[in-house]
C-alpha cells in the first residue's frame, strides 16, 4: 500500500511562484514513475508533468512547458513541482500519483495506481 501526501499549495498572484511536494510511503519510491495531475472545477483531470524513477525523463503538458519543473529525490521518497510565472488558468486542486508496476512516467490518469488527496492552488489575477 502506497499513501502520498500533497503540501505546497495555496494563494498566489498572477507571475508568482509556488513549490508542491508529495511525500510518499509504503513501496519502494525509488522504483516507481510520480505524476502530477490537476483539475479545475467543470473540467477533466488533466497531467501537468510526470517523471521516471530515476528523475532522468520527464513529461510536460504544453500549457505549463517553461513555466512548470517536476524532480524528485528518491531519498526523501518525495517528489516536487515547481511552479514559476502562474496564471489564473493554472488554478486547480493538484494531485500527485504514483505508477507503482512501471518506472515510466505516463501522462493518462488510468496509468497511475495510488492518489493523494490534492491541495489547492488558487491563482489571482
Known amino acids: 500500500q502506497v499513501q502520498l501526501g500533497e503540501s505546497g499549495g495555496g494563494l498566489v498572484q498572477a507571475g508568482g511562484s509556488l513549490r508542491l511536494s508529495c511525500a510518499a510511503s509504503?513501496?519502494?519510491?525509488?522504483?516507481?514513475?510520480m505524476g502530477w495531475f490537476r483539475q479545475a472545477p467543470g473540467k477533466e483531470r488533466e497531467c501537468v508533468g510526470a517523471?521516471?524513477?530515476?528523475?532522468?525523463?520527464?513529461y510536460y503538458a504544453d500549457s505549463v512547458k517553461d513555466r512548470f519543473t517536476i524532480s524528485r529525490d528518491n531519498a526523501k521518497n518525495t517528489v516536487y513541482l515547481q511552479m514559476n510565472s502562474l496564471k489564473s488558468e493554472d488554478t486547480a486542486v493538484y494531485y500527485c500519483?504514483?505508477?507503482?508496476?512501471?518506472?515510466?512516467?505516463?501522462?493518462?490518469?488510468?496509468?497511475?495506481?495510488?492518489w493523494g488527496q490534492g491541495t489547492q492552488v488558487t491563482v489571482s489575477s
Open positions: 500519483a504514483a505508477r507503482i508496476n512501471y518506472g515510466t512516467w505516463s501522462s493518462f490518469s488510468y496509468a497511475y495506481d495510488y
Open positions: 517523471i521516471n524513477w530515476s528523475g532522468r525523463s520527464s
Open positions: 509504503g513501496g519502494t519510491f525509488s522504483n516507481y514513475a
